[in-house]
């Protein structure tokens, strides 16, 4: 349990701190708007995926569940690639 905590939060930190630094990066006027929908947006996903997974899972079963999330995390993965 411990490992588990310390490795969660170890690679939550890795991927989380540089997406802050890249919008900080990235705009120079409105900062601090940026900064509060990027911290809200993780905050809203920390709250919508789990009820979609609890709910996908009942419905669909653990395959359909994984490929749904795949497909939908797919689209997001090429939107941002394509600069939308």
């Not at 940026?34 to 979609?52: E, F, K, Q, R």
Request: charged share 15%.
């Amino acid at each position: 349990m411990l490992t588990q905590g310390l490795l969660v939060g170890l690679g939550n930190s890795l991927l989380f701190t540089p997406c802050l630094m890249c919008v900080t990066l990235a705009f120079q006027k409105r900062r601090g708007i940026a900064l509060g929908l990027t911290v809200s947006g993780s905050s809203l996903g920390g709250v919508v995926w789990p009820i979609l997974l609890d709910n996908l899972l009942k419905d669909k079963g653990f395959g359909w569940t994984f490929r749904i999330t795949v497909s939908i995390e797919h689209e997001i993965w090429d939107r941002n690639q394509a600069g939308y």
